[in-house]
T-cell receptor, first 116, second 114 residues
Framework: DAGVTQSPTHLIKTRGQHVTLRCSPI?????VSWYQQVLGQGPQFIFQ???????GRGNFPDRFSARQFPNYSSELNVNALLLGDSALYLC???????????????FGEGSRLTVL | DQQVKQNSPSLSVQEGRISILNCDYT??????FLWYKKYPAEGPTFLIS?????DKNEDGRFTVFLNKSAKHLSLHIVPSQPGDSAVYFC?????????????FGKGTHLIIQP
C-alpha cells in the first residue's frame, strides 16, 4: 500500500508569492494534518482536517489555509510568503481524528519550501 | 515556551548496548505520548506510543516508560543496532490529539557506533 504522498518535494519561491502544497493520505485514512518543521526544530502543528472539515488549528497566521477534498486529499496554501516560511512542510494522515484508539499519525516525506 | 523538551541534542551509543532517550513535558493536560524516528530526507516514522493510564509499553526492542509525577518519559532501545541511527522526536497530545495536534520536542540525534 502507498504511504502518504506529498508534492512537490522541493520548491523555491520569492517573498510575497503564494504556494500550494498537496497531500494524498494513506488509503482508508480520513484525517489529514499539516505540520511545519523549521531547521533544528520539531514539527509544529498547523491544521487538522477530517471529513473535509477543519478540526484543529495551530498558532499560525491567516496567511496559512488548507482544505480537504471528497477523496480525502488535501492542499495547504500559504499567501504572501515570508523568508521565515522556509521550512519542511509535512503532511500526516490518520484513520480518525483522535489518536490511540484509531491509529497513529503517519507522515509523508514532506515538501521543502525555500523562500528567497 | 517549550511544552515538550528533549534536552540532549545528540547521543552516541555503542552497537549492542542500550540507548536511552529522554523527554520532559510541562503541560499536565497531555494524556498521550509518542516517539517518532526520522532519517534524513524522510518524514517521521511512528515508533511507539503510551497512554497516560499506563507507565510502560513494549514493542520488540523498544520500550517507553512514563513517569507522570515527574512529567518525564523515556525510550529504551535494546540492543541498539546501526539502523537505529536517526533523529528521535518525542511528541505529546491532549484530548487525543485532535484539535491541538501533536506537540513535538526538538529531537535527539542518536548515533550508534560500531
Amino acid at each position: 500500500d502507498a504511504g502518504v504522498t506529498q508534492s512537490p518535494t522541493h520548491l523555491i519561491k520569492t517573498r510575497g508569492q503564494h504556494v500550494t502544497l498537496r497531500c494524498s493520505p494513506i488509503s482508508g485514512h480520513k484525517s489529514v494534518s499539516w505540520y511545519q518543521q523549521v531547521l533544528g526544530q520539531g514539527p509544529q502543528f498547523i491544521f487538522q482536517y477530517y471529513e473535509k472539515e477543519e478540526r484543529g488549528r495551530g498558532n499560525f497566521p491567516d496567511r496559512f489555509s488548507a482544505r480537504q477534498f471528497p477523496n480525502y486529499s488535501s492542499e495547504l496554501n500559504v499567501n504572501a510568503l515570508l523568508l521565515g516560511d522556509s521550512a519542511l512542510y509535512l503532511c500526516a494522515s490518520s484513520q480518525g481524528v483522535l489518536l490511540g484508539g484509531v491509529g497513529e499519525l503517519f507522515f509523508g516525506e514532506g515538501s521543502r519550501l525555500t523562500v528567497l | 515556551d517549550q511544552q515538550v523538551k528533549q534536552n540532549s541534542p545528540s547521543l552516541s551509543v555503542q552497537e549492542g548496548r542500550i540507548s536511552i532517550l529522554n523527554c520532559d513535558y510541562t503541560n499536565s493536560m497531555f494524556d498521550y505520548f509518542l516517539w517518532y524516528k526520522k532519517y534524513p530526507a524522510e518524514g517521521p516514522t511512528f515508533l511507539i506510543s503510551i497512554s497516560s493510564i499506563k507507565d510502560k509499553n513494549e514493542d520488540g526492542r523498544f520500550t517507553v516508560f512514563l513517569n507522570k509525577s515527574a512529567k518525564h518519559l523515556s525510550l529504551h532501545i535494546v540492543p541498539s543496532q546501526p539502523g537505529d541511527s536517526a533523529v528521535y522526536f518525542c511528541a505529546a497530545s491532549a484530548r487525543g490529539g485532535g484539535a491541538d495536534g501533536l506537540t513535538f520536542g526538538k529531537g535527539t540525534h542518536l548515533i550508534i557506533q560500531p
